[in-house]
């Protein structure tokens, strides 16, 4: 690798899996500024004097990765675990931006929050990794998960709806106070879940009126909705109402089905794979009945590959931040969706790439090796398409590139 004064990259002797899908190919890669400027076999010198090279060895050049559901405000990561969750929110903050360097670590260079009890973090983190003074993914910013009435963040007890008054002007105004505060992302739970509060996950917490007023006021603002949604009936709700990513999806029944088929050019689903796996291996206890991960675990298996017969976007993203299933882990992902859902690696990698450009909504210029794209880009030391865990070891990801700017890259 040389060093470079032209604000110029090369990428040489690698196989690019350009998020397509479509079989890797022996090219060199060219990146000015924070853009692929020439994907080719091989690239004229004159284009590339005084360039950086980054000798690839044959490994493998994919788009950076992008994570759909992760919690960057929940403390832990693969190098420092928080076991209390009530941090002064300064100390929570600082957890932000560290969440953040170790997803970049990891080959993660975008992100799409799944929540956060302090939202003014994440537009604060959004900001400094924008502008590159802090390492970080791109980021979309997200509320903390509201459900009807809840006035205050990480109380959570999913009574239901059944004996209360339906109140659509507390979830309007919870949407306004977070389009408010600057967020992307409104994240509204609209199931209960199991592992919270044993037996709730196949509850449905909001109202169709309800529903509706969060989808206006959301529409008015500019920003996007998410839905918690394991019930059948939460994921109908949410796809009536124009929920742009739907997150586990659980139990969805037929008709679940026929309407997420039907809006498929729209939506997203997150099965977050990775908590389940969590849950079930690698949490301090035995999961009780009453948290229903087995049954999770089973639906889950056969709903994803129902989803992608139907030609839906199924995304990774498994809930990462808990302890037992920590920021860094993120990748695991991508085997599961090999391993449980039938994927093979490279449809596992471009749910990750070319539908996660498209999930960050810069689906025309992310999530892709093609000449004009946003230079965000993953060289493997190794074929992630033969192996797919091997995007797993941090070791083995050789050069780590962000907006055209080198995070990582072997001496």
Same mark, same amino acid.
């Given at each position: 690798?040389?060093?470079?004064?032209?604000?110029?990259?090369?990428?040489?002797?690698?196989?690019?899996?350009?998020?397509?899908?479509?079989?890797?190919?022996?090219?060199?890669?060219?990146?000015?500024?924070?853009?692929?400027?020439?994907?080719?076999?091989?690239?004229?010198? +004159?284009?590339?004097?005084? /360039?950086?090279?980054? !000798? #690839?060895?044959? @490994?493998?050049?994919? $788009? =950076?990765?992008? *994570?759909?559901?992760?919690?960057?405000?929940?403390?832990?990561?693969?190098?420092?675990?928080?076991?209390?969750?009530?941090?002064?929110?300064?100390?929570?903050?600082?957890?932000?931006?560290?969440?953040?360097?170790?997803?970049?670590?990891?080959?993660?260079?975008?992100?799409?929050?799944?929540?956060?009890?302090?939202?003014?973090?994440?537009?604060?983190?959004?900001?400094?990794?924008?502008?590159?003074?802090?390492? +970080?993914?791109?980021?979309? /910013?997200?509320?903390? !998960? #509201?459900?009807? @009435?809840?006035?205050? $963040? =990480?109380?959570? *007890?999913?009574?239901?709806?059944?004996?209360?008054?339906?109140?659509?002007?507390?979830?309007?105004?919870?949407?306004?106070?977070?389009?408010?505060?600057?967020?992307?992302?409104?994240k509204l739970s609209l199931s209960g879940e199991s592992a919270v509060v044993q037996g709730t996950s196949r509850i449905v917490q909001f109202t169709e009126e309800e529903v509706a007023a969060a989808s206006a006021v959301a529409r008015e603002r500019g920003v996007w909705l998410t839905a918690h949604a394991h019930a059948a009936e939460s994921v109908k709700m949410a796809v009536r109402h124009g929920i742009r990513a739907v997150y586990h999806c659980t139990f969805a029944d037929e008709e679940a089905l026929d309407l997420l088929e039907a809006a498929r050019d729209r939506l997203f689903v997150a099965p977050t794979p990775g908590i389940i796996y969590a849950n079930l291996h690698e949490a301090d206890s035995e999961p009780e009945p009453g948290m229903e991960v087995e049954a999770t675990e089973k639906a889950v298996r056969q709903v994803v590959p129902e989803l992608v017969r139907r030609g839906i976007r199924v995304v990774p993203g498994g809930d990462y931040g808990f302890p037992w299933n920590p920021v860094g882990r993120n990748l695991r992902d991508l085997q599961l969706f090999v391993e449980w859902f039938g994927f093979t690696p490279a449809e596992a990698l471009r749910a990750a790439t070319q539908y996660g450009g498209q999930v960050m909504d810069m689906g025309d210029e992310l999530g892709l090796v093609r000449e004009g794209c946003l230079a965000d880009l993953v060289l493997v030391d190794g074929d992630p398409l033969d192996d797919i865990s091997v995007l797993q070891d941090p070791g083995r990801l050789a050069a780590i590139m962000k907006d055209g700017a080198l995070h990582k890259a072997r001496a």
């Amino acid at each position: 690798m040389s060093g470079s004064s032209s604000g110029k990259t090369l990428f040489t002797d690698v196989q690019v899996f350009d998020g397509t899908g479509r079989d890797p190919f022996a090219a060199e890669v060219l990146v000015e500024g924070n853009r692929i400027a020439k994907v080719g076999h091989r690239i004229p010198a +004159g284009l590339w004097a005084g /360039a950086r090279v980054v !000798e #690839g060895g044959g @490994g493998t050049l994919l $788009p =950076g990765l992008v *994570d759909s559901h992760t919690h960057l405000g929940f403390g832990s990561t693969v190098e420092h675990r928080s076991l209390r969750r009530d941090e002064p929110d300064e100390e929570k903050a600082l957890l932000v931006a560290h969440a953040g360097r170790v997803m970049l670590d990891h080959g993660i260079t975008s992100a799409y929050s799944g929540g956060n009890r302090l939202p003014r973090t994440e537009t604060a983190a959004r900001k400094a990794f924008a502008e590159g003074w802090m390492p +970080g993914p791109r980021f979309k /910013a997200a509320s903390w !998960e #509201g459900t009807a @009435g809840m006035r205050t $963040p =990480g109380v959570y *007890d999913f009574p239901g709806i059944d004996g209360r008054a339906s109140d659509p002007d507390s979830v309007s105004g919870f949407v306004g106070e977070m389009a408010d505060l600057g967020v992307d992302i409104v994240k509204l739970s609209l199931s209960g879940e199991s592992a919270v509060v044993q037996g709730t996950s196949r509850i449905v917490q909001f109202t169709e009126e309800e529903v509706a007023a969060a989808s206006a006021v959301a529409r008015e603002r500019g920003v996007w909705l998410t839905a918690h949604a394991h019930a059948a009936e939460s994921v109908k709700m949410a796809v009536r109402h124009g929920i742009r990513a739907v997150y586990h999806c659980t139990f969805a029944d037929e008709e679940a089905l026929d309407l997420l088929e039907a809006a498929r050019d729209r939506l997203f689903v997150a099965p977050t794979p990775g908590i389940i796996y969590a849950n079930l291996h690698e949490a301090d206890s035995e999961p009780e009945p009453g948290m229903e991960v087995e049954a999770t675990e089973k639906a889950v298996r056969q709903v994803v590959p129902e989803l992608v017969r139907r030609g839906i976007r199924v995304v990774p993203g498994g809930d990462y931040g808990f302890p037992w299933n920590p920021v860094g882990r993120n990748l695991r992902d991508l085997q599961l969706f090999v391993e449980w859902f039938g994927f093979t690696p490279a449809e596992a990698l471009r749910a990750a790439t070319q539908y996660g450009g498209q999930v960050m909504d810069m689906g025309d210029e992310l999530g892709l090796v093609r000449e004009g794209c946003l230079a965000d880009l993953v060289l493997v030391d190794g074929d992630p398409l033969d192996d797919i865990s091997v995007l797993q070891d941090p070791g083995r990801l050789a050069a780590i590139m962000k907006d055209g700017a080198l995070h990582k890259a072997r001496a």
